[in-house]
């Protein structure tokens, strides 16, 4: 496994949200670019840099109850 260190800002934010699971669209995706967040039921991404770490959420994702989120860069 190859670890980056990756020092800019992520793109993305996204996490599982246990009280959507009932609408089908569980995954939330927040688009830092563009200051919109929604769910989806799946995220396909191509060629990107990740990074996860427990413990790292903030605002709406600490909100929801996440606690590991997945940032894409």
Same mark, same amino acid.
């Given at each position: 496994? #190859?670890?980056?260190?990756?020092?800019?800002?992520? /793109?993305?934010? @996204?996490?599982?949200? #246990? !009280?959507? #699971? %009932?609408?089908? /669209?569980? @995954? @939330? +995706?927040?688009?830092?670019? &563009?200051? +919109?967040?929604? &769910?989806?039921?799946?995220? #396909?991404?191509?060629? +990107?840099?990740?990074?996860? %770490?427990?413990?790292? !959420? +903030?605002? /709406?994702? /600490?909100?929801?109850? !996440?606690?590991? @989120?997945?940032?894409?860069?």
């Amino acid at each position: 496994m #190859k670890t980056t260190d990756v020092t800019e800002c992520p /793109k993305l934010r @996204i996490w599982y949200c #246990k !009280a959507d #699971k %009932k609408s089908g /669209k569980p @995954i @939330i +995706v927040q688009d830092l670019e &563009n200051g +919109v967040t929604y &769910n989806t039921n799946e995220i #396909k991404l191509d060629n +990107v840099n990740i990074r996860m %770490k427990f413990n790292n !959420a +903030v605002s /709406k994702a /600490k909100q929801s109850g !996440a606690t590991t @989120i997945l940032e894409v860069f």
